[in-house]
């Protein structure tokens, strides 16, 4: 998926405190920074290869578990396509040094509450499950069809 903006819900931000201002000043702009031309071009890119890739909003929790089925109820309310542990630190920091930012997230498994079961699926167990070109779960689970 192609980030298109985020969600900080980490309860933390990385430019809190000094700012050294060889880099930026101490305000910043809060988008994610991608460029429609970039990000369309990731797209283009993956069409040639025979993906489909998405556009998203990655909600960012700090972890280290998986989400409950009611943070992930809460998540989609709040608009988030895909949830993580990362990406958004890293991106903000990017956009503080006035970089354009271009986010792909390689969504590895369905969110908490989205199987009808528990996910005991560890990281890394989704990257032999990857090749599924398209997600659905039913409505009343929260999730939605991401491709």
């Avoid at 050294?20 to 101490?26: G, I, L, M, Q, S």
């Avoid at 429609?36 to 578990?65: C, D, N, Q, W």
């Avoid at 989609?76 to 396509?81: E, I, P, S, W, Y």
Wanted: charged share 25%.
């Amino acid at each position: 998926m192609v980030i298109s903006d985020h969600l900080n819900l980490l309860g933390d931000n990385p430019l809190r405190g000094e700012n050294d201002e060889r880099f930026w000043p101490a305000l910043s702009g809060s988008d994610f920074g991608v460029r429609a031309s970039s990000a369309g071009r990731v797209i283009e890119e993956a069409k040639a290869m025979g993906l489909e890739v998405p556009r998203g909003i990655y909600g960012a929790l700090a972890g280290p578990s998986y989400e409950t089925p009611a943070e992930i109820r809460m998540l989609r309310t709040l608009g988030a396509d895909v949830v993580g542990m990362s990406t958004v630190p890293e991106a903000i920091v990017a956009r503080h040094m006035n970089m354009q930012v271009v986010g792909i997230s390689c969504i590895t498994n369905l969110a908490s509450g989205c199987l009808g079961r528990a996910d005991r699926s560890q990281p890394g167990d989704g990257y032999r499950r990857a090749s599924a070109r398209k997600l659905y779960d039913p409505p009343e689970s929260g999730c939605r069809e991401t491709g």
